[in-house]
């Protein structure tokens, strides 16, 4: 089995177990979306209006939850509830994000935790041995952005392109990012879009914090 369809296997046994703790808590069945409009959740329609106009070339659709409460849904024309969307990024929140809530909930990481108590080849890097979880969380670990824009992924120059192309160990997203990105910036003092989360899942793959190592 290749190391990329192990740190997947390991993700979704993760997920799932994370789901099933969650479902014990609260049954699907007992959970029915509600909705509201957005001013009795503390929202403003009007707002909420003009982000949908602001985004609406560029996104298929806006679903916004406020106290368990659905305060507004929007869909772009040929889209729906009823189809599937890619999810892009949103992986993160699912994989990263729960698996780091249930470490954070198990007492085996904390987010202001140096990122390099978990990535050794960090740990004598003046300046990436003082990020943390938290800056890799919140995207203002100071890495260089991995996009240039008006350029192709795949056709970006460097280590941005090599990024991209998703191949296999050593050239594969996860050790390029561990690797070979360079910190633009002081940890904590800027953001950047996407390179933070090759990072945080390489801590996951390098010591599996489920599983007590």
């Not at 001013?39 to 602001?54: C, H, I, N, T, V």
């Amino acid at each position: 089995m290749s190391p990329a369809s192990v740190i997947r296997l390991q993700c979704l046994s993760l997920l799932f177990i994370t789901l099933a703790a969650l479902n014990s808590y609260l049954p699907a069945a007992d959970f029915e979306w509600k909705s509201a409009t957005p001013e009795s959740q503390g929202m403003s329609q009007a707002k909420l209006d003009a982000l949908r106009d602001r985004i609406a070339k560029t996104t298929k659709a806006l679903f916004v939850v406020r106290n368990d409460r659905v305060v507004y849904e929007w869909y772009a024309d040929g889209h729906s509830a009823e189809i599937k969307h890619g999810t892009a990024s949103l992986a993160k929140a699912l994989v990263g994000g729960v698996s780091c809530a249930v470490a954070m909930t198990d007492g085996k990481i904390s987010l202001d935790d140096p990122a390099a108590k978990y990535i050794k080849q960090w740990q004598n890097d003046p300046k990436k041995s003082r990020i943390t979880i938290r800056q890799l969380g919140s995207h203002t670990a100071g890495l260089e952005d991995s996009s240039v824009e008006g350029i192709s992924h795949t056709n970006e120059p460097g280590w941005k392109g090599e990024f991209w192309k998703r191949l296999d160990p050593p050239n594969d997203p996860f050790t390029i990012s561990r690797d070979q990105t360079p910190v633009e910036s002081d940890p904590g003092t800027m953001a950047c879009r996407w390179l933070a989360r090759g990072a945080a899942a390489r801590i996951q793959r390098e010591r599996p914090l489920a599983s007590g190592a």
